[in-house]
C-alpha cells in the first residue's frame, strides 16, 4: 500500500498546475467550490480525497485527471 | 457537478478493463483487498471510492490512474 507516497505526488502535481495557472489556493478553491483547508491538505498529500472531488479540481484547473495522474500509482515500487 | 456521470464513466472503464483480463468481481477484489459488493458498486458508479482505493484497483489491474481517466472530467459537457 503506497498510498501516502501516490496521494503526496497527486497533491504535489495539482500544485505544480494551479501554480502554473498563477493561483492561490483560495482561489482554486472558490473555483472548484473546495474549502481553502481542504485543498492545502490535497496538495500536502494529507487528504484522501474523493474521486468526485478530484474531478471538481481537474475542472476548476481545466484538465482532466489522466493529466494529473500519469504514472500513479506506478506499478510495484 | 458531472460527478454521477463521471463515476460512472470510471466504473464502466474498471469493469472493461476487469473483464478483457478475464476476471470476475471476487477475483479483482481479492487483489485489490476490497470487498467484492464495493467493487460492484464502483463498477455501476455508485460508490465515490477515494484516491487510495482508485490506486490499489489500478495496481490490482496493472494500469495506471491516467489510463482509466483519459477525458474525465471532460471539460465542460
Redesign the interface.
Known sequence: ???TI??KK?GTRIREKRKSRGWTQEALAELAEIDRSYIGGVERGER?????V???I??AL?C????L????????P
Chains 1, 2 share one sequence.
Open positions: 500500500m503506497a498510498s501516490t496521494l497527486l484522501n480525497l474523493t474521486f468526485s478530484l474531478c471538481q481537474c475542472s481545466n482532466d485527471v489522466a493529466e495522474t500519469k504514472g500513479i500509482p506506478g506499478g510495484n
